[in-house]
């Protein structure tokens, strides 16, 4: 394409998700992809130096991990055809991108969008924004009846003229990009407070946009604490320190907090309603591939032995886990954690074992979020009580 190069384009992509628009055209296909919406001024030329193309697929393309490792991923709203990840990986290989074969294609989630307004990620999209937003007036970034800003602008490094205050929307965006790391590790981890996070994060990022740094950094205040209390809620708790050498007794219990009983049995909630929604999100691909066979009726009856999976995973962990966090007694608390931990080991079992796993972890109609979830939360768990 004369003023598009799709091989330039891949190159831009690292962690940020751009979006693609997959054309088929009369005498050839092209994949465009963009940092923003891919609008008419854009897909126009390139439709017609395919000869009278038309959009048959849009979404987002991004690189992401899986069991095969780091794999180029397009996602779309819709199941993801077979012929899409055909007709891809041959325009991949006539613009010479085979470093990004092979391809997988998935569904994108129900909270998942379809597109992405900047060069960033889900997360580092506050980071652009508000760089992209250029020097704030002092009088937007901290109002106040005087225009004297000196006294409520902390110091900072240089980044202006000494004689200049340090500018607001640097000094935010160096904050929100310190705490990037921590943040990426809580979402990857899917932390309790993963979506609590991605919220706050947002929120910073929009009204940083409108140079209210002020309530900006009150959100990234929330975003730290977030990060500390869901980093102590979801790690696996550290050994108590040796007691006094006067009450120092060999085999003495370990000392569990108590928000470890309360959280673990608010995450086991959590996770199995996660994995129930992508057990539904699965039978509804399925419905919707066979939408027009004359054999519906005979898939729809069969897509309930679905929820099977979760048949072994019943109360009987949280159970035992409340039973635990209320024992007044710390040796009959360490008997009913090793029962906890049984139990646990007993559900992973039979998760890993369900007739369903191979199928849940690899099936044709794209990719959802059912076996992690419990599989992260219970292992986690065990970890904790250990």
Not at 51 to 74: H, S, V
Not at 78 to 93: D, L
Not at 113 to 137: H, K, L, N, R
Not at 309 to 323: E, M
Request: include cysteine; proline fraction near 10%; charge should be negative.
């Amino acid at each position: 394409m004369p003023d598009y190069d799709l091989k330039v384009a891949l190159k831009r992509i690292n962690e940020k998700p751009f979006n693609f628009v997959l054309i088929k055209g009369g005498t050839s296909d092209q994949v465009v992809v963009s940092p923003k919406p891919i609008g008419p001024k854009q897909l126009n030329p390139v439709m017609e130096e395919c000869g009278d193309g038309k959009r048959i697929a849009k979404g987002l393309c991004m690189w992401e991990q899986n069991a095969e490792g780091n794999q180029f991923t397009f996602a779309t709203k819709v199941p993801p055809s077979p012929t899409w990840e055909k007709m891809i990986t041959v325009v991949f290989r006539e613009s010479k991108c085979t470093t990004y074969l092979p391809i997988v294609m998935r569904q994108l989630a129900e909270d998942e969008s379809d597109e992405v307004s900047t060069e960033e990620g889900e997360i580092d999209s506050a980071v652009t924004a508000v760089e992209q937003a250029g020097p704030a007036p002092a009088s937007a970034a901290f109002p106040q009846t005087s225009p004297v800003v000196e006294v409520v602008v902390p110091p900072a490094p240089p980044v202006a003229p000494p004689s200049a205050a340090p500018d607001p929307l640097a000094l935010f965006t160096e904050r929100l990009k310190a705490l990037m790391p921590k943040i990426k590790e809580a979402i990857v981890a899917a932390s309790p407070a993963a979506q609590a996070i991605k919220v706050k994060v947002g929120e910073a990022g929009e009204v940083a946009k409108k140079k209210d740094f002020l309530s900006a950094n009150r959100a990234l205040d929330d975003v730290e604490g977030l990060l500390k209390n869901g980093a102590a809620a979801s790690a696996p708790t550290a050994k108590p320190e040796p007691k006094p050498a006067a009450t120092d007794v060999d085999e003495e219990p370990k000392e569990i907090p108590l928000s470890t009983y309360l959280m673990g049995r608010a995450n086991l909630r959590k996770a199995r309603e996660a994995v129930e929604q992508g057990l539904k999100d699965l039978q509804a691909a399925i419905l919707a591939k066979a939408a027009d066979e004359p054999f519906f009726s005979d898939v729809e009856a069969k897509s309930q032995k679905l929820f099977d999976y979760l048949v072994p995973i019943d109360d009987s962990v949280a159970t035992k886990l409340d039973a635990a966090g209320i024992s007044p007694d710390p040796e009959l608390q360490a008997g009913l954690n090793k029962q906890v931990r049984a139990l646990i080991q007993k559900q992973l079992s039979a998760l890993r074992g369900h007739a369903l796993a191979p199928f849940l972890e690899k099936n044709p109609f794209g990719s959802f979020m059912i076996r992690q979830p419990l599989e992260s939360t219970l292992t986690t768990l065990d970890q904790q009580l250990s």
